[in-house]
C-alpha cells in the first residue's frame, strides 16, 4: 500500500498526530525523513506536548487553523489546485448566478404569459438551494472518497440536467433539471474544488481562495452576453445544449488535476485496516457527517449569518437585467450589467482575499458584506438612469463577491482543514434557506406589491435582510475578540 500517509513513522509524528490527526507527509521517502526532522524541530519549538487541548471555542483564530506542520506552504503544484478549482468554479458558478438571463427569456418569451414572475424565481432558487442544502453530503463525499471522484460526478450531472433542460415544456421540468440536479451536481464538483486550496496554503490561504472563487464571476462575466446572444438566435434547446457539451469539455481535463494532501475517509479505512490504529486514534473516530462542530458558538453564528446574507444575496443578479429592462435598457446592455456584476465580483474576491491575509478573514468578511448592503440601499434604491445601474452592478459585484471565499477562510480558521469540505458544506446548508427564501419572495413582492414594474420593494427586502446578516457577523466578530480592530 503506498498511501502517502502512512511514510513517517517515527514517534514524533505519533505525537503530532494527537495534536493534528490529518497531517500527511509527502511522497518520497527522502522527502518524508526531512520533513520528519522538520516535524520534530518545530514541535521541539512550539512546545507540543500529547496531553494538549484544543479548545474550540475559546481558541484563536492561528491555533484553530491546525495545519499539518509537514506539508510544505505553496508548493508549485498547489497553483494547479488552484487552476483547477478557478475553472470548476467559473463553469458551475458561472452558471448559476446568470440565471437572470434565463428567467428573463422564460418571461418574455418560452412562458410569457403562462408564468409569474415568483413562480420563474423558484428555478434559480432550487439551484443555489440544492448546491446548498448537498453540501454537507458532497463535502463528505469528497472528504471520504476523494476530491476528484466527486467532481467528475458533478461535472456528469450537469451536463445531463441541462440537456434534459432544453426539452422542458413546464416551469416544473425546469424546477426538476435546471433546479434541483443541476444543483445537487454542481454541489459535487463546487465543494471537491473549493476546500482543496486551503490545503496546499497557509500564509496566502485567503488570496488562493479568493482567486479560485473568482471562477465563478469570470464565468458569469463572459456566460451572461454569451448565453443572451445565443438564446435569442438560437432557442433554449440549442442553448442548453451548448452549455452541456462547453461543460464536459472544459471541466472534466481539469477535475483530473484535483489531488488533495490529506488522508481521505476511505484511505484511513485501509491503512486502518492493514496497520491498526495510530496512537490515541481510536478515540477520534471520523464520522461521514460530523456535525459536532455546531457546538461552536461562532461556528453557529456563522452558520446563521449565511441565511440572512444569501436572501438577499442572488436578488441582484437575478433581478437586475429585468430591472433594467423596465427601466428602458436595451437586453444587450441588461446582460451587460449582469456579466460586469460577476466580472466584479471576480476581481472582489481576489482583493478581499488578500486583504484578509493581512486583517483577518472574520474582519474582510464584515467589511465585505457591509459594503454589498449599502450599495443595495443606496445606489440601487435610485438606480434609474442606465450609467447608476452599470455603476451599481460593478460596485456590488466588488463587494459581494467576497462573502463566499472569506467564508471558507472563516471556516478553516474556525474548524480546521481535516473537514474543511465538510463543514464548509454544513455552512451553504445553512445559506440553502436563505436561497430558497430570497428569490421567490423577491419574485412575489414584485408581482403583488410591486404590480410587475416597481422594484423598490424588492430592492428593500434585499438590503434589509442583508443587514440583519451584517450585524451577527460583527456579533461573530465581537465574540471571537472584544478589540475592535483586533486580527481576526
Known amino acids: 500500500m503506498s498511501d502517502p500517509a502512512n511514510t513517517l513513522h517515527t514517534k514524533q509524528e505519533e505525537r503530532i498526530d494527537e495534536k493534528t490527526e490529518h497531517a500527511h507527509a509527502p511522497h518520497s521517502s527522502t522527502v518524508a525523513h526531512h520533513d520528519s526532522e522538520l516535524a520534530v524541530a518545530e514541535s521541539k519549538r512550539a512546545g507540543l506536548d500529547s496531553k494538549d487541548n484544543l479548545d474550540i471555542e475559546h481558541a484563536s483564530v492561528e491555533t484553530d487553523l491546525q495545519d499539518p506542520p509537514t506539508l510544505i506552504d505553496g508548493p508549485p503544484y498547489g497553483w494547479a489546485i488552484v487552476f483547477a478549482a478557478f475553472i470548476t468554479q467559473m463553469m458551475c458558478m458561472g452558471t448559476m448566478n446568470i440565471y ?280 440601487w434604491t435610485f438606480a434609474t438612469s442606465e450609467a447608476v445601474m452599470f455603476l451599481f452592478s460593478v460596485l456590488y459585484g466588488l463587494c459581494c463577491g467576497a462573502y463566499l471565499s472569506s467564508t471558507v477562510s472563516v471556516s478553516a480558521a474556525i474548524c480546521g482543514l481535516g473537514r474543511l469540505a465538510t463543514v464548509t458544506g454544513i455552512i451553504y446548508a445553512g445559506m440553502a434557506v436563505g436561497s430558497l427564501i430570497g428569490s421567490p419572495v423577491s419574485g412575489a413582492i414584485l408581482d403583488t406589491i410591486g404590480h410587475k414594474t416597481n422594484y423598490l420593494g424588492v430592492i428593500l427586502w434585499a438590503g434589509i435582510v442583508m443587514a440583519v446578516g451584517t450585524i451577527i457577523l460583527f456579533v461573530l466578530k465581537y465574540r471571537t475578540d472584544k478589540k475592535l480592530f483586533a486580527r481576526v
Not at 472582489?348 to 457591509?370: E, Q
Open 100 to 379: 437572470g438571463v434565463f428567467q428573463t427569456y422564460y418571461f418574455t418569451n418560452t412562458f410569457n404569459g403562462v408564468a409569474s414572475t415568483f413562480q420563474l424565481a423558484w428555478i434559480g432558487s432550487l439551484t443555489v438551494m440544492a448546491l446548498d442544502i448537498v453540501g454537507p453530503f458532497a463535502g463528505s463525499i469528497s472528504d471520504h472518497f476523494g476530491h476528484r471522484q466527486a467532481a467528475l460526478v458533478g461535472v456528469l450531472v450537469m451536463a445531463l440536467s441541462l440537456v434534459a433542460s432544453g426539452f422542458a415544456t413546464d416551469v416544473w421540468q425546469l424546477y426538476i433539471t435546471q433546479g434541483f440536479l443541476y444543483g445537487s451536481g454542481a454541489s459535487l464538483t463546487y465543494f471537491a474544488g473549493l476546500s482543496l486550496p486551503s490545503q496546499w496554503f497557509t500564509r496566502n490561504r485567503g488570496l488562493v481562495t479568493g482567486i479560485a472563487i473568482s471562477g465563478g464571476g469570470i464565468g458569469g462575466l463572459w456566460m451572461s452576453p454569451l448565453l443572451s446572444k445565443l438564446l435569442d438566435s438560437k432557442g433554449l434547446r440549442f442553448t442548453m445544449i451548448v452549455l452541456a457539451i462547453a461543460h464536459l469539455i472544459i471541466m472534466v481535463p481539469v477535475c483530473f488535476l484535483f489531488k488533495t494532501r490529506l488522508e481521505s475517509g476511505r484511505q484511513r479505512a485501509k491503512r486502518i485496516k492493514r496497520f491498526g490504529y495510530r496512537k490515541g486514534e481510536q478515540e477520534t473516530k471520523r464520522k461521514f457527517v460530523d456535525f459536532t462542530i455546531l457546538k461552536d458558538t461562532r461556528f453557529c453564528l456563522l452558520f446563521v449569518a449565511g441565511i440572512f446574507v444569501v436572501s438577499g444575496y442572488f436578488t441582484p443578479f437575478y433581478f437586475i437585467n429585468s430591472y433594467a429592462q423596465q427601466h428602458g435598457v436595451s437586453s444587450s446592455n441588461a446582460a451587460l450589467m449582469v456579466g460586469l456584476m460577476n466580472g466584479a465580483s471576480a476581481v472582489g474576491r481576489i482583493v478581499m482575499g488578500l486583504v484578509s491575509d493581512r486583517i483577518g478573514p472574520i474582519n474582510a468578511l464584515c467589511i465585505s458584506t457591509l459594503a454589498a448592503t449599502l450599495t443595495v440601499l443606496l445606489i
